[in-house]
């Protein structure tokens, strides 16, 4: 069972890897034949001969995104579902306040992230701040579609056995909005990732404590596109995990019972 | 459990100005343990009389009394049950999960509800699928954990709402059989909904028709078979003519409104 589950892993990971490779090939041999001016474009091997020489900071800056986006996100889940499931309790409730949910949606980050700064200093709250802002929205929605597209007759069913309101929302709402509610998080955890470097281009700390975010700022008015482009890998690996991780985390709940888990 | 209907009204408004009444005074007496099939053109209103006697809904006028108590909405009895359409079991629970629901939301205690949730499980012989996922059941298999799930609570009322309009004929007669066998062991009343004139005369000791919107009781007629119900009932000439009759009846209702 473990060796065919695996192959099965190798299987799904080989082509997106070979594609990867293939792609990274193309570039280094594209740039070496080009040979265009360094502060317009760079090799792959360049890019990583500057990242591992700089690997410390690198990966410490790396550390203090990946802080910001999990306090950021975990607030998200908290408060992205319960508001959820207050809107979804009452159809005035829901007409009243969910037109404001959609602000969060679009007002731009980098007009708030100033105010947050002034409350609450620049540093890891305020980017935490600004990834929770970014990746509300979606966990709000998938949770209030997800209750709302409940068969009523399940709903029926429990009112006709007389449960109690947090029977009805831990053993019926929560479970039978879970494939949507988990749809949501997908996209918000790697809005969540996107909300934490460009908050960081406001609201993020210098010096030692910097995350992904200032070293994209740094590099790029420095021209030092290797260090640009391995900022902006990071970033991209972080929010593959993200994704991965509620991957997993959906896996884990829902593979017994649920379609969206099947194997093809 | 007595069952006793008067003056029932429901209307819908689809349009504030254009109230759709659906029930028109329906009075209706169903004695303790009897089994009866509501028939009717398609929206006739049966579902609705159905809910109204659930406590799913609220009439716009008239009464519903279970038992002697009045239903009101959202404030169910204990000892009505209700088989939905569509089987409407949580995906997210093992069968047996399923079956025991309605104790666990009753708050009996776990040892006791896994007991007579397996027990009923068995009744409908679905002992062995205890531990799958309704994703892992077919279509019959599901509606029967829905039966085993509204019995396991031992109700007096049993309402039943086109359960089996989406089965094949086959499976269809193996659940008219298997709710047979239950009434006559348990003998809860049945308001049983359905299309199927002949499956509401294999069932039912008593037909009710009514009419096109606003629903009225066109035809009530008592269907008595001396030899029990088996499947060779489906072969008998009274049956048959019962079967014929009601199909005249459901012309009648069709026709005039």
Redesign the interface.
Same mark, same amino acid.
């Given at each position: 069972m473990t060796a065919r589950r695996l192959r099965d892993f190798a299987a799904r990971l080989a082509p997106p890897l070979c594609a990867a490779l293939a792609m990274l090939a193309i570039w280094e041999l594209g740039v070496r034949w080009a040979n265009p001016p360094r502060f317009l474009f760079c090799a792959p091997s360049e890019i990583w001969r500057d990242a591992t020489a700089r690997a410390g900071e690198l990966g410490m800056a790396t550390w203090k995104t990946t802080v910001a986006v999990a306090w950021g996100f975990a607030l998200s889940v908290v408060v992205g579902v319960a508001s959820g499931v207050i809107l979804s309790s009452n159809r005035l409730i829901e007409r009243a306040l969910y037109p404001f949910t959609v602000i969060l949606q679009t007002v731009p980050l980098v007009a708030i992230a100033p105010m947050l700064v002034i409350w609450l200093h620049a540093g890891v709250q305020a980017v935490s701040v600004c990834a929770f802002i970014v990746s509300l929205f979606p966990v709000i929605t998938n949770t209030l579609t997800g209750i709302r597209s409940i068969p009523k007759p399940q709903v029926e069913l429990f009112w006709l056995y007389g449960a109690r309101p947090w029977a009805l929302l831990f053993k019926l709402k929560l479970p039978g909005a879970l494939p949507s509610i988990m749809a949501g998080l997908r996209v918000a955890a790697g809005l969540a990732v996107i909300g934490a470097v460009v908050g960081e281009f406001v609201a993020g700390e210098l010096g030692a404590d910097r995350g992904l975010g200032i070293v994209v700022v740094v590099a790029a008015k420095q021209g030092d596109l290797p260090m640009l482009f391995a900022a902006v890998a990071l970033a991209s690996v972080l929010g593959i995990a993200m994704v991965g991780g509620v991957n997993a985390a959906a896996y884990l709940l829902m593979h017994k019972w649920h379609v969206s888990q099947r194997p093809d | 459990m007595p069952v006793r209907v008067a003056g029932l009204v429901r209307r819908f408004t689809a349009q504030a100005s254009d109230p759709v009444e659906v029930l028109a005074g329906i009075d209706l007496e169903i004695p303790a343990s009897q089994f009866v099939a509501l028939l009717g053109p398609s929206g006739c209103g049966k579902s609705t009389l159905l809910r109204l006697v659930?406590? &799913?809904d609220t009439p716009d006028g008239g009464s519903v009394l279970v038992g002697g108590r009045p239903v009101r909405r959202?404030e169910?009895l204990?000892s009505?049950?209700?088989v939905? %359409? *569509?089987a %409407?079991l &949580? /995906?997210?629970r093992t069968l047996i999960k399923n079956v025991l &629901? /309605?104790l *666990? &939301?009753?708050g009996m205690a776990l040892g006791e509800r896994r007991d007579r949730a397996l027990h009923m499980l068995d009744k409908v012989g679905l002992g062995d699928a205890r531990e799958r996922?309704?994703?892992q059941l077919s279509g019959g298999m599901q509606l029967r954990g829905s039966l085993a799930r509204a019995l396991v609570?031992e109700p007096r009322l049993l309402l039943l709402d086109e359960p089996f309009a989406a089965l094949d004929e086959i499976t269809r007669q193996r659940l008219d059989g298997l709710i047979q066998e239950l009434w006559h062991e348990r003998r809860f009343t049945a308001l049983f909904v359905t299309h199927s004139l002949r499956e509401a005369v294999f069932l039912a000791e008593r037909a009710i028709m009514f009419s096109r919107r606003p629903a009225h009781v066109v035809a009530d007629r008592p269907i008595e078979f001396p030899g029990g119900r088996t499947a060779e009932l489906r072969g008998l000439p009274a049956y048959n003519e019962l079967v014929e009759r009601l199909y005249q009846d459901l012309l009648t209702a069709e026709g005039g409104a």
């Open positions: - | 659930a406590g &799913l959202r169910p204990e009505i049950a209700f939905f %359409q *569509e %409407q &949580l /995906p997210w &629901l /309605p *666990e &939301l009753r996922y309704p994703a609570t």
